[in-house]
């Protein structure tokens, strides 16, 4: 509803921040996690820069599976979609909308070096995404919907590529940086929604892509790369 969104959307972070300054007794653990929850924000801008680098760099996304990227946007995209119907505060949720661009450009890359069907594959993925951001915006699937589905899709997600990881040996052209990112950001993004978000489901499915992504930052940390393991072969 209108009204919710307008208690607890974008004008409601500044009026409670500026509430707990002017307190005698001031809540830190709220400011602490509005000045966490901006700073998410606007790491996220950048967060898959390295591995777009990495990739257009190589011209190779070797070792790279788009069918977990796919997963995670649509997973993003229910999950904003709920917390924007819900009336929750952009900054608890905010970097979503940064990373599902650069994911969408990531699945254009991965699309366009292994099969260069990004001429028709492309646009068709553009328009699926934004026809499934408007449904989930409009209300057509349903709150209940958009807060469990994304935790099946969060490990459909991260398991391909754990699981290619695995079996060939090593982490192909996948970067450090952006996984790091990711467990950093999901690390704090715990700690902000327990403290602004009374909703113990969004609290889980966060909770969920931390697990999966520590897991993958193991794997980047033991398993060489796609040049160490190439080298390696030879």
Not at 85 to 98: D, M
Not at 143 to 164: E, F, I, N, R
């Amino acid at each position: 509803p209108r009204d919710a969104r307008a208690r607890g959307g974008l004008l409601a972070p500044p009026r409670r921040l500026a509430l707990a300054m002017s307190s005698p007794d001031a809540d830190l653990t709220l400011l602490l996690s509005k000045a966490l929850s901006f700073a998410i924000i606007a790491g996220s801008v950048i967060m898959q820069a390295p591995q777009i680098y990495k990739i257009v760099n190589a011209r190779s996304a070797a070792g790279l599976t788009p069918l977990g990227w796919m997963s995670s946007v649509v997973a993003m995209t229910l999950t904003v979609s709920y917390n924007y119907r819900k009336g929750y505060p952009f900054s608890t949720y905010g970097e979503l909308i940064f990373i599902m661009v650069q994911l969408d450009i990531l699945i254009l890359l991965v699309v366009h070096f292994n099969d260069g069907g990004v001429a028709w594959k492309g646009p068709l993925g553009v328009a699926a995404h934004a026809a499934l951001l408007a449904a989930c915006l409009s209300g057509v699937v349903p709150d209940q919907a958009l807060v469990t589905m994304p935790m099946g899709l969060s490990c459909l997600s991260g398991t391909p590529q754990l699981v290619k990881n695995f079996r060939s040996g090593n982490t192909g052209q996948l970067a450090t940086l952006p996984v790091f990112f990711a467990v950093s950001g999901l690390s704090i993004r715990l700690f902000t929604t327990f403290a602004e978000v009374p909703d113990p489901m969004v609290l889980l499915s966060q909770a969920i892509p931390w697990f999966l992504n520590s897991l993958l930052l193991a794997q980047l940390l033991v398993l060489p790369g796609a040049g160490a393991a190439a080298k390696k072969s030879d």
